[in-house]
C-alpha cells in the first residue's frame, strides 16, 4: 500500500471531476484521479460503461448557458448541443488544460474507508483490471456524476412484455413494432417518447403529475437565453415567465396532459416542445397513473385499459456513491446533508461535487462549486481566516441555497437550489478565499 498524504484522491472524470481537477491544478492541491472508463467525459460518452445516454439525447438547456466560462465551445456547435458534441468538448477541455495524465483510466474505485478522524487520512481500494490496489490520501473527492443508478420502481401486477428502464435505451430500434407505454414525462421521458412515436405501432405515455412545457427556442434565441437582466421576485417572475409560457405553449390540459398541482419552479420543468406537437396530433396518448397490470394488459387510474409489449419507465434516478457508507457523507432521507451540498459539516477532507440541480446553472455553477472546494482546502493548509470562517459556517449552519423555494418532496428535487441563491454564496466565500491567497 502507498501513501499519498498529501494528495487528495479524485473520483470520476465527467464534466464536474474535470471541473475539479482544473482547479486543484490552480490551486496547487496534489490530487489523483480515478475513471471506470477508458477516457474523459463521464456519462456524456455513450461508450462509457456507466453512461445513460441514448442517441437522440441533447442539452435541454443551450450551449451558451451551459458551457464553461473561460472555455467556450465552438462556435459551429449547434445551440442545444448532442452527446457526441459534448463528450467532443470535454475531452478538448481536458487536453487544454492537460488533465488526462493526472487520471488513472479503467480504475473502479471499490471502497473509500478513513483512517480515523478528520486530516488522519482515507484509504482507497480500486480494481484496474484483474488487480485490486489501495493506497492512502489525504482526503476524498467525489464526483461520479448522479444520473447512473436506475429509480426503477415496483409496477402493480404482473407484466409479461419487455420492462425496462431508460438507462437501458440507446436507439429507437428498440421500439419498432412494438405497442410501447413509456412511464414518466420528466424530459428523459418526453425525449424518449418523440423517439418513439417514429418507430413504434403505437406510444402512450403514462403521467403521475402535470409538468410545465418550456419550449426551446422563443422569439427565435433559445429560451434560457432570454431575460436575466434584471432579478425579480418570485411571485412577479411566476407572472411573467407564465404568460410567456401560454404565448408559446398554450394549454397542454387540451392535449390530455394533467394541470400541475404545484407552482411554476417548485420542480424541474420540461424543455420540449415536440412532446406537446406529437400529442396535438394524436401520435402520442396521454395516460394516467397505473392502477394495475396483468400480463399484456394495464389499468389506468381514471378506468381506462390497454396493452402494450414493452414498458420503458423513464423515473429518473438515485443518488449512488457505491464506495462509502452512508453514514459518512451525512446521508438524510434521499441526499447527503451537506453545506451548499458540497462540504461535509464536520470534516475539511471529504467532498461530493455535482450533487445540485438547479434551473440555468449549467457548468459554469459547477466549476465555481468546485473553486470554493479547491480554495477553501488550500485555505486550510495556509490557516487562512477565510477558511476557518467557512469552517465554523458549515458546521453551525446547513444551507441548501433554495432561495425560500419549497420544492416538491421527491428525492429528484432533494439537491434543487435555487440558481441565483446558490451561485451568490459560492461566488462570496470564492471573494473571501481568494482574498488571503492572491
Not at 482526503?139 to 429509480?151: C, F, Q
Not at 424541474?268 to 406529437?278: A, C, I, R
Amino acid at each position: 500500500m502507498t501513501e499519498t498524504r498529501d494528495t487528495f484522491a479524485l473520483i470520476g472524470a465527467g464534466p464536474m471531476g474535470l471541473a475539479m481537477a482544473k482547479l486543484l491544478k490552480e490551486q496547487g492541491i496534489a490530487f489523483e484521479g480515478f475513471e471506470a472508463h477508458s477516457d474523459v467525459g463521464g456519462l456524456w460518452d455513450i461508450e462509457a460503461p456507466n453512461s445513460t445516454m441514448y442517441e437522440s439525447a441533447h442539452l435541454i438547456s443551450s450551449k451558451s448557458m451551459t458551457e464553461f466560462t473561460d472555455f467556450p465551445m465552438d462556435e459551429t456547435v449547434a445551440d442545444y448541443p448532442s452527446h457526441r458534441e459534448m463528450v467532443t468538448y470535454f475531452r478538448s477541455f481536458a487536453d487544454h488544460f492537460e488533465l488526462r495524465q493526472h487520471f488513472r483510466f479503467k480504475s473502479e474505485v471499490q471502497s473509500v474507508t478513513p483512517l480515523g478522524n478528520d486530516g488522519e487520512g482515507w484509504r482507497v481500494v480500486w480494481r484496474a483490471g484483474a488487480e485490486i490496489h489501495e493506497a492512502v490520501y489525504a482526503g476524498v473527492l467525489i464526483a461520479n456524476g448522479t444520473l447512473s443508478e436506475p429509480n426503477m420502481p415496483r409496477f402493480p401486477g404482473n407484466f409479461e412484455g419487455e420492462l425496462l428502464h431508460a438507462s437501458a435505451y440507446r436507439h429507437p430500434e428498440q421500439f419498432f413494432g412494438k405497442r410501447v407505454l413509456i412511464v414518466g414525462a420528466g424530459n428523459s421521458g418526453c425525449d424518449i417518447a418523440v423517439d418513439a412515436v417514429h418507430h413504434a405501432v403505437s406510444c402512450d405515455l403514462s403521467m403521475r403529475r402535470g409538468y410545465y412545457f418550456v419550449p426551446k427556442y422563443v422569439f427565435g434565441r433559445p429560451a434560457d437565453t432570454l431575460g436575466g437582466a434584471f432579478k425579480l421576485p418570485m411571485w412577479l417572475k411566476r407572472k411573467v415567465d407564465g404568460l410567456i409560457l401560454s404565448w408559446f405553449v398554450g394549454d397542454p390540459q387540451k392535449y390530455g396532459f394533467p394541470k400541475p398541482d404545484y407552482k411554476l419552479y417548485e420542480s424541474h420543468p420540461v424543455v420540449n416542445s415536440l412532446v406537446l406537437y406529437h400529442a396535438g396530433h394524436g401520435d402520442l396518448t396521454i395516460r394516467a397513473d397505473i392502477a394495475d397490470i396483468e400480463e399484456k394488459t394495464v389499468s389506468f387510474t381514471d378506468g381506462t385499459t390497454a396493452e402494450y409489449d414493452m414498458i420503458l419507465a423513464a423515473t429518473g434516478y438515485k443518488l449512488h456513491y457505491p464506495f462509502i457508507d452512508k453514514t459518512l457523507l451525512n446521508w438524510r432521507q434521499d441526499a447527503p446533508h451537506l453545506y451548499l451540498n458540497a462540504m461535509h459539516p464536520e470534516r475539511n477532507d471529504l467532498f461530493v461535487l455535482g450533487m445540485v440541480e438547479a434551473t440555468g446553472l449549467g457548468w459554469q455553477g459547477r466549476h465555481e462549486q468546485a473553486e470554493m472546494v479547491a480554495r477553501y482546502i488550500r485555505g486550510c493548509r495556509l490557516q487562512s481566516a477565510a477558511a476557518a470562517k467557512l469552517q465554523r459556517v458549515k458546521v453551525e449552519r446547513f444551507e441548501r441555497a433554495t432561495g425560500g423555494m419549497t420544492y416538491l418532496d421527491l428525492p429528484r428535487m432533494a439537491y434543487y437550489v435555487d440558481k441565483d441563491t446558490y451561485r451568490g454564496a459560492i461566488k462570496r466565500w470564492i471573494k473571501a478565499l481568494k482574498a488571503e491567497q492572491s
